[in-house]
């Protein structure tokens, strides 16, 4: 039997939970799983680099390549390294310190890309490096830019509407985002990245930032067409709360941009916490909107804390994606 094939959706830590509670299915499903990441990142070590050196930024393409690392000891000390961040240098006196706040992982992969000329292969071979169980592939070869229009987001003036740029000051931005677009426009997918979504099994969207990690993926035209097109079933995993550039939106309402900026997308099942969904009637009909059926699971972490478990999100996806094998 071939195995499953399983193309998760989003950046930073939202795709991280999800790829790692896919590691978690691998022990009772064969799974082939591609992750598509979001290169629109213009903050910290990742914006530094992108501004002094151009290039895609590393920062969420390193921490999936992280979540699917092997588990032999050599891989799991090579993947703490790609995590490991400079401090400032003791001994700089107060100059500027080049280090100081990058990631290794984030050099490596710009290195790697130099050096072969394709950030694909770049990510192919890191991939090879920490053993990872599965790839990793940027949902385009050229960097983008993320805007917003934001209504309040200076708060002396609550109903006046700016245009936000950036994807780190739309994450954190206080107002309320009432449209989002990519600069370019039109960016070219991956042809990469098209090709699995067109082989997938699965596609997997959220959980993670709504606006920067999860949306911009239908905003890339070709990326779009092939998830619409691709005969795979569909899965949402939606977050346990609200994060700053969703105050105000609902889960149900989290359903509605996904139609919103794709109004061809249809789902099959959402996944929501059984405590974080609130009134499940309301979530309910907002994933029967998208032709999808709604599975309620116990995927937070016990701590009271809004992360996902992803031992517990794994256990929650594998009666999902094992179904129909």
Known sequence: MNPTRVVAFGGGHGLSASLRALRHCVPELDLDITAVVTVGDDGGSSGRLRAERGGLPPGDLRQALVALAGDHPATRRSAALF?????????????????AGHAVGNLLLHGLTELLGDPVVALDHAGAMLGAVGRVLPMSRQPVGIEARVRGADPDRPDEVRTVRGQHQVAVTSGTVESLRLTPAAPAACAEAVTAVRAADWLIFGPGSWYTSVLPHLL?????????????????????????????????????TLRRYLPELKVDMVLADSKAVGDPVAVERAAESLDARLVLAPVAVTDGTPRHDPAALGAALVPVLGADR
């Open 220 to 256: 890339v035209p070709g990326l779009a067409d092939a998830i619409v097109s691709s005969p795979a079933r569909r899965l949402v995993t939606l977050n346990l709360v609200a994060e700053k550039e969703t105050l105000g939106l609902s889960l149900p309402d989290h359903l509605d």
């Open 83 to 99: 995590q490991h961040r400079f401090a400032a240098a003791a001994a700089s006196g107060g100059a500027a310190d080049s280090l």
